[in-house]
């Protein structure tokens, strides 16, 4: 998720743990090739082996539509050491879709065909390419259709976002229909979509009948619910991560935002992440109000290192 779960983030959630495999931010691809420090300030776990520092894989995601540079480019992440290539049509952003790339595609299985097929014949074998994808642009008129594009073409896994474009991020999800593409396709297949708390994981299984679920902003919301989900699924003491427990991981991804954004930024990204944890935390509301006009970026380290 562009802007989101950047590299301070995949650091602090995958320590945190639970967590098989991450995603990259979207990598735009335009009309030439990546320039490897573009993409090294981006995913900046491509120095170490594309691991998280707790050795959590990393996979690239491109963004694109043009044919020739969508395969070239995914042949240099390959030169460069990626583990695997995803490619997006899930993001509902008007400007990612003005300029044809992500969820606006799912109106063309033919052009998804053609974009998996070209980036599957760039890659070596040892690199497999997968995809996101939502249910459509505006209905599922074409959903099984793009489903099975991305199968035939040579994608050795589907996360499918149970919302068309259009629907966003409203609470409406139709797990349902991700078990219509499961049962449609061969390759595995990962339910994605609303998914913010142990219960929701647990339904999200069983009404899309994945064995894999992929988490976003819930994951966000509430940093130790990959950590739960193992524990139940290892049968292990539930252990929640409380509020104060919390407060080293948030002074953390702090630092790190600071490392990495001028100072007048940093603020905001912090909020941003603290607004999302109010869903999870109901303490973070508090801390929200406290910070919410506040722009100094050594103010808000000060009631972090106080709170730490």
Known sequence: MEGLVDAPMRDVLTRIGGIDWCVSE??????????????????????????TPAGTPVHAQ??????????HNAALLADWGAPVVDLNFGCPAKTVNRHRGGAVLL?????????????????PDSVPVTAKMRLGVSDTRLT??????????????IVVHGRTKLEGYRPVVHWDWIERIRAA??????????VWTLEDYQRIRQDSGCAD?????????RPDLALQIRQVQHGQPLQPLDWAQLQPWLLEF???VRERVVDRHAPGRFKQWLGLLTRGYPEAAALFEQLRRETSADAVGEVLRSAA
């Open 26 to 51: 979207f990598i735009r691809v335009t009309g030439g090739p990546l320039h490897r420090p573009a993409v090294e300030r981006l995913v900046p776990e491509m120095r170490h082996a594309w691991q």
């Open 144 to 157: 099984l259709d793009c489903a099975r594009a991305l199968q035939d073409a040579g994608a050795a896994r």
């Open 213 to 221: 679920v992929m988490l976003g902003r819930g994951l966000v919301s």
């Open 62 to 71: 491109l963004l694109g539509s043009d044919l020739r540079w969508m395969a």
């Open 185 to 194: 396709v061969s390759v595995p297949v990962v339910a994605n979509g609303e």
């Open 107 to 123: 109106e063309e299985p033919h052009t998804l065909f053609a974009l998996t097929r070209a980036v599957r014949e760039a890659l």
């Open 254 to 256: 702090y630092r790190q």
